[in-house]
């Protein structure tokens, strides 16, 4: 998940000036700025989501 985080956090931080150190604001700003102005599709967003939950039940 770590490798994951770093993408997504990475892209906002060079396509938006954004960053955030926890997952849930990292999810917020990439929702509201490549999923809901359709530059990533729903689907490699859920893919995203599940790899954050199943992180949440192993930790």
Do not use: W
Not at 19 to 28: F, L, T, V
Not at 29 to 38: A, L, R, S
Request: avoid cysteine.
């Amino acid at each position: 998940m770590p490798a994951v985080f770093f993408v997504y956090n990475v892209s906002l931080l060079l396509h938006k000036d954004l960053s955030s150190s926890k997952h849930s604001g990292i999810r917020a700003y990439f929702n509201e700025h490549f999923v809901k102005t359709d530059k990533i599709s729903i689907e490699a967003d859920r893919f995203y989501s599940s790899r954050f939950e199943f992180r949440q039940k192993s930790d």
